[in-house]
């Protein structure tokens, strides 16, 4: 039906209840050149076996597409539905989810901020790209980044085991001092209740060759990525991305307070705990280490 069509027929329908009169069935099927048959037919037809599950996939499609805080693309959507025993190919899910309106958010490239040292010569690479440790608290790798408030800048200070990309610690901030990476350190520390990495990465930034840094860090290697070349630091660049582009950019951030409880959410009730990696086999960093620790004892 065209829109010219609906509007006129809308209008003789709102006429005739405006006139306390009964909406004449024949003759709008007249009106619109429909068959009464037709419409009768029309009336009684049941909806097909394929056209149910496919409406019925669809709001599976939906109410995972919603969980993941409207994150998911094809590919992981199609992981979760197969673990739910439905079998689908990645191209129709993608297919359905254009169909529905709906898509994974769009990630904007990031770019190299890493600056060169004084003691750059002093600097070496011992991770050199190698982002697949075998077991926990291997390798950490640590960066900063800068999240825009109302206020001015608030800065996101985190530190990932490789292994399975888990946030293990992180600390807000109002500026970029050594302390707060220290801070962050320390949490780590905590966290993996006194158990340190053999390698810990960073860029070259000036609170990463300080000597509170270096303090902080005895008894670990500490690794940098080469001048100018932060793709050997990709897999925290790429986390501070992803909670930029699937959460903190779909909010206008009022200040620091604000900040704390969009990073605390992202970051504890859905990335760490729920979110699932394509790294981590579809599953999310919690329950890759969980499953890392079961087979290991």
């Known amino acids: 039906m065209t829109e010219a069509v609906y509007t006129e027929v809308s209008a003789k329908v709102e006429a005739a209840k405006a006139a306390h009169r009964r909406v004449s069935i024949s003759g709008m099927l007249k009106f619109l050149g429909v068959s009464r048959s037709g419409y009768h037919a029309f009336l009684h037809r049941t909806v097909s076996v394929s056209r149910q599950r496919r409406e019925s996939v669809k709001q599976l499609i939906r109410q995972i597409y919603d969980k993941s805080n409207q994150n998911y693309g094809a590919p992981k959507i199609t992981r979760e539905l197969r673990k739910s025993g439905i079998r689908i190919a990645e191209r129709t899910v993608g297919t359905y989810m254009k169909q529905m309106g709906i898509k994974a958010q769009w990630v904007k490239p990031w770019t190299a901020t890493t600056r060169n040292s004084d003691f750059s010569s002093q600097l070496h690479n011992i991770l050199d790209e190698q982002f697949n440790p075998e077991s926990p608290d291997t390798v950490w790798c640590t960066d900063i980044t800068y999240i825009w408030t109302h206020e001015g800048f608030v ?80 897999c925290i660049e790429a986390f501070h991305s992803l909670i930029k582009r699937e959460w903190l950019n779909r909010f206008q951030i009022q200040d620091y307070d604000h900040t704390y409880r969009l990073v605390f959410e992202y970051i504890e009730t859905f990335y760490n705990t729920v979110r699932i990696h394509s790294h981590c086999d579809y599953m999310s960093p919690n329950d890759f280490e969980k499953l890392y620790e079961k087979v290991a004892s």
Request: charged residues 20%; proline residues 2%.
């Open 155 to 234: 800065y996101l200070t985190s530190v990932m085991d490789l292994y399975a990309r888990k946030i293990i610690a992180w600390t807000l901030s109002d500026s970029m001092e050594v302390s707060c990476v220290i801070d962050t350190i320390n949490k780590a520390k905590t966290h993996r209740r006194g158990s340190l990495p053999r390698i810990i990465h960073s860029d070259r930034g000036s609170q990463y060759v300080s000597q509170a840094y270096y303090d902080a860090t005895t008894g670990i290697e500490r690794s940098y990525s080469h001048t100018g070349y932060p793709y050997d630091n990709a």
